[in-house]
């Protein structure tokens, strides 16, 4: 179990603070976005200057476009949940964790570009890099200090690991999703007080919850855990070592799923060594206007609905929702009525 997070700094040993820096403590941030999109560049350029973050763009791609020869063995498009849209996305996917492997990066982090996440998404990070510490530890020796992955590569400057923040001996950090499950013998980090928590009656997982739930509803608590399936791919971290056992299950391997529910797979058969966090900490934003402005896999069959206010499910304080607050200098809003303010020593020290 982790200690209780009142999300005050804490001590910042060794280089836990690089979390706080403009690419959160990864080596790069890596988003992806369709060419036509720029709507939601345009939006996701404002969020991350007001958080302090910067990305590289890799560029979507519509399925149409994705040759079938390039199709791993046993893929079938037609038992695919949104069959062509879910192979653009696939491949665009595959793209971003490639450029990991390719770049000898230690790690990175993967946008999609609807994701959306909390203003206080850096103090957040803190606690997910304290949280996969512990849980990347072996589990007779906790406090133990864990040994960094060397990369499978004969490049010398890869295989001379950079030390991360988030610890070591870990492939996916799956920090956005519509859903997760866990398995019941694995340990648990629960971060207590965390006043960027949703309420319970506020949290939106279509796919599933982990157990037990008592821990997870109590108010103010998330939950860490390893060995989860999850549904959703909006963000993940990906070291190096976990990119190159995902391209090669994903691509050149056999392999007949989207890209989330392949991942999901990876991590509960234990292929892939997987972190959660729950409820997660981004989420898919869905902006005013047509709902086909929304997500580009399921925006062919939106139907005619038109939204009069944006939303992001999972998320409590919204970057997205608060950019003209921020820009026009007035006070950040919850996303939900009924939320307490936050306290003004808080504001100052999390807001611009």
């Not at 939303?311 to 608060?322: A, D, F, G, I, Q």
């Not at 607050?325 to 007035?330: A, D, Q, V, Y």
Request: with cysteine; proline share 6%; net charge negative.
């Amino acid at each position: 179990m982790g200690g209780p997070s009142n999300y005050s700094l804490g001590v910042l040993d060794g280089n836990l603070s690089d979390v706080m820096n403009e690419t959160l403590g990864f080596q790069k941030i890596l988003l992806v976005n369709l060419p036509e999109r720029h709507d939601k560049l345009d939006a996701q350029i404002v969020s991350s200057s007001i958080t302090g973050f910067e990305f590289e763009v890799i560029a979507g791609i519509r399925g149409k476009d994705v040759s079938e020869a390039t199709l791993p063995p046993s893929f079938d498009p037609k038992t695919i949940n949104e069959g062509v849209q879910t192979i653009g996305a696939w491949r665009a996917e595959l793209n971003a964790v490639r450029t990991i492997i390719r770049e000898r990066l230690s790690s990175a982090l993967i946008m999609e570009d609807d994701s959306d996440w909390d203003l206080h998404l850096k103090y957040q990070l803190l606690d997910v890099a304290r949280g996969n510490r512990f849980l990347s530890r072996p589990k007779d020796n906790p406090s133990a200090e864990s040994t960094e992955d060397e990369p499978t590569t004969g490049k010398d400057s890869a295989s001379s690991p950079t030390h991360s923040p988030y610890g070591a001996n870990w492939d996916i950090i799956w920090l956005g999703h519509c859903g997760s499950h866990s398995d019941p013998d694995t340990r648990r980090f629960v971060l207590r007080n965390d006043p960027t928590v949703p309420r319970e009656s506020d949290i939106h997982v279509p796919a599933g919850s982990p157990e037990p739930a008592s821990l997870w509803k109590e108010p103010g608590t998330r939950i860490m855990y390893k060995s989860g399936h999850g549904v959703c791919s909006w963000t993940y971290g990906v070291s190096f070592v976990g990119a190159q056992k995902l391209v090669n299950a994903m691509s050149i391997e056999p392999f007949n799923q989207g890209f989330d529910q392949g991942l999901g797979h990876l991590c509960s058969s234990g292929i892939l060594r997987c972190t959660h966090i729950f409820p997660p900490i981004f989420g898919a934003h869905a902006p005013a206007g047509g709902a086909n402005r929304e997500s580009d896999i399921t925006g062919h069959r939106a139907g005619t609905e038109t939204r009069e206010k944006g939303r992001t499910h999972n998320v409590l304080w919204s970057t997205r929702l608060n950019i003209k607050n921020i820009l026009e200098g007035k006070e950040v809003e919850a996303q939900w009525d009924g939320i307490p303010d936050l306290k003004d020593g808080m504001k100052r020290e999390f807001v611009m």
